[in-house]
């Protein structure tokens, strides 16, 4: 009863050993934090502080987590999440849930000497809007940089969200 109770401390499970599928990615595992902004022609632009946790369970695939603020209130805006799943050709698939209710399957390739990830949507679900999302992800002086860009039923694809992002 003392683990139930909260009186006695369990020590942290060790970190599963990295599967291969994985490992050219692993510099992205861990905590991510910083700054982004926002807008798209039909809304206002909008700055958002972001954190981004990409994690492994010594499976072929990581975990991935997304959740943004409002620099000025400190309000939850957005957040995401879902499993990204590289093989070893390059190539990697990823499913994403977002808090609006949209699903995301996205396909692409991986380049990690030069770290970068470029994602193409394959599927967006339960949108009535949105019809396309690319995302590409890229390491500039040891930080995290995205871009995403959006195509809805009314706009081609456009720039969306760009962030830069350091590891915690």
């Known amino acids: 009863m003392e683990g139930i109770t909260g009186n006695s401390a369990s020590p942290a499970p060790p970190s599963p050993p990295l599967h291969p599928a994985v490992a050219p990615l692993s510099y992205l595992l861990g905590k991510w934090r910083g ?7 039909t809304i206002k632009s909008f700055l958002y502080g972001e954190e981004l946790v990409f994690s492994h369970s010594g499976k072929p695939v990581i975990s991935y987590s997304q959740k943004t603020w409002n620099l000025a209130s400190g309000e939850p805006m957005h957040a995401e999440t879902g499993y ?18 949209l699903a995301e399957v996205q396909k692409g390739s991986y380049d990690a000497e030069n ?18 999302i ?6 500039q002086n040891g930080e995290l940089a995205y871009v995403v860009q959006m195509a809805t039923h009314l706009t081609s694809l456009q720039p969306h ?8």
Not at 35 to 41: N, Q
Not at 86 to 92: A, E, K, L, N, W
């Open 35 to 41: 700054e982004g902004e926002g807008g798209y022609p």
């Open 84 to 101: 990204w799943r590289p093989r070893p050709d390059g190539s990697i698939e990823v499913v994403i849930a977002q808090s609006t209710g």
């Open 115 to 132: 770290k970068i990830v470029t994602l193409k949507s394959e599927l967006v679900g339960n949108a009535s809007k949105v019809k396309d």
């Open 134 to 139: 690319t995302r590409v992800f890229t390491m």
């Open 161 to 168: 969200l760009k962030a830069l992002l350091k590891k915690l």
